[in-house]
């Protein structure tokens, strides 16, 4: 595993416990003050002429305070940990939706197949009417889809005939968000020894026919 790898990987994991630490460090404060503050007015105050000081009537809701500030400390605590649990799937879950998103992406070669990412213009019962823009050659265009509506910015294989098309498959907003999520660790990685010789004996070989091309004319 690379250096770029494993920082993509803590800054994975640092963006799923972001929210429950944040908040857990919060309870963790008013906790602190909860319990800090009575000894801290004992402290200054001290006792009344010299006398052991009784417990205040307010001694009661400190310590229910303090339980509750506990009690939530705890349950941001677990939070914290589902999060972090949570997370640690998600290279699975995004690597199967990258796999989804290519099938679509191959069969979008087939003739009277395209893949466009849907904007809804308006929809009904009946149907879908919505932008369609080509995702291999950015092209723009209308589209009705019957008696379907698909969420903006999902990707759509359209099987078309004529002027009608149906939807063949698709893959759904957080499919894509998922697959471009997979696809950055898997570019941070540098290519193996033989990747590397591979290339090189392909550019080689390109060299060698540009060559004996330029020696032809």
């Known amino acids: 595993m690379t250096i770029r790898l494993l920082r993509y990987e803590t800054r994975r994991y640092a963006a799923a416990a972001r929210g429950p630490l944040l908040v857990l460090l919060v309870l963790l404060v008013l906790l ?14 001290g006792p ?11 001694g009661v809701v400190t310590y229910l305070l303090g339980t509750l500030g506990s009690v939530a400390v705890l349950a941001g605590s677990a939070w ?5 649990v949570r997370a640690a799937p998600q290279p699975g879950r995004d690597a ?4 989804h998103l290519q099938s679509l992406r191959d069969r979008a070669v087939i003739e009277g197949r395209d893949l466009v990412e ?21 092209a723009v265009g209308d589209v009705w889809l019957p008696e379907v509506r698909l969420p903006d910015g999902a990707f759509a294989l359209l099987a ?7 939807i063949a498959a698709w893959a759904s907003p957080e ?5 471009h999520r997979h696809q950055r660790p898997v570019a941070v990685r540098k290519p193996s020894r ?7 004996d392909g550019r080689a070989m390109v060299a060698e026919a540009e060559a004996l091309v330029r020696g032809e004319g």
Do not use: F, M, Y
């Open 96 to 99: 199967e939706a990258a796999g």
């Open 194 to 200: 033989g990747q590397r010789h591979s290339d090189k």
């Open 118 to 138: 849907i904007d809804t213009r308006w929809a009904t019962q009946a149907g879908q009417q919505a932008v369609a823009i080509n995702v291999c050659t950015g």
């Open 175 to 179: 499919q894509v968000t998922a697959t």
């Open 160 to 166: 078309r005939d004529g002027e009608s098309a149906a």
């Open 48 to 58: 009344p002429g010299g006398q052991l000081p009784v417990a205040p009537a307010g």
């Open 80 to 84: 914290l940990g589902a999060a972090i």
């Open 32 to 45: 602190a003050l909860s319990v800090a503050r009575p000894v801290v007015d004992g402290l200054l105050t």
